[in-house]
């Protein structure tokens, strides 16, 4: 049950906007094996003065913060990564301003339904791919 934050400069094109979404999707079932329905994705457009670019980048800059359950191999990370990158370059957004953080709390540290910690209520799919 990945979550998906996705940063970014205001008066991006909205079908940009929704583009990455499933570029970001479709790459996490791909590389992670999530399943298609598991979807929980935010986009924050924030204005220069709650966002700064990097001095290298462009107004196409694309922070993306990914909230997943740990567990997944070294080179599933590396095919999300590159997944992600591959697909949002079809968008217009170069790779070079693309910046992926992917954060894996421990299970006991989610909740995602009738209040039990997920490591108490195992995921019905599997993270060691």
């Given at each position: 049950?990945?979550i998906?934050?996705v940063?970014?400069?205001?008066?991006?094109?909205?079908e940009?906007?929704?583009g990455i979404?499933?570029?970001?999707?479709?790459?996490l079932?791909?590389?992670?094996?999530?399943?298609?329905?598991?979807?929980?994705?935010?986009?924050?457009?924030?204005?220069?003065?709650?966002?700064e670019?990097?001095?290298?980048?462009?107004?196409?800059?694309?922070?993306?913060?990914?909230?997943?359950?740990?567990?997944?191999?070294?080179?599933?990370?590396?095919?999300?990564y590159?997944?992600?990158?591959?697909?949002?370059?079809?968008?217009g957004?170069?790779?070079?301003?693309?910046?992926?953080?992917?954060?894996?709390?421990?299970?006991?540290?989610w909740?995602v339904?009738?209040?039990?910690?997920?490591s108490?209520?195992?995921?019905?799919?599997?993270?060691?791919?």
């Open positions: 049950m990945p998906v934050k940063h970014r400069g205001p008066g991006r094109p909205n940009e906007n929704r979404f499933a570029a970001v999707h479709e790459a079932v791909a590389a992670f094996k999530i399943p298609d329905h598991d979807r929980s994705h935010l986009l924050f457009e924030l204005d220069a003065a709650h966002f670019l990097p001095a290298d980048r462009t107004a196409a800059y694309t922070l993306i913060e990914i909230l997943a359950f740990p567990g997944r191999s070294t080179e599933a990370k590396r095919a999300l590159a997944g992600i990158v591959e697909r949002l370059g079809k968008l957004i170069p790779a070079t301003d693309v910046f992926i953080i992917l954060h894996e709390p421990p299970l006991e540290n909740s339904r009738n209040g039990l910690a997920s108490d209520a195992r995921p019905n799919f599997k993270l060691n791919v």
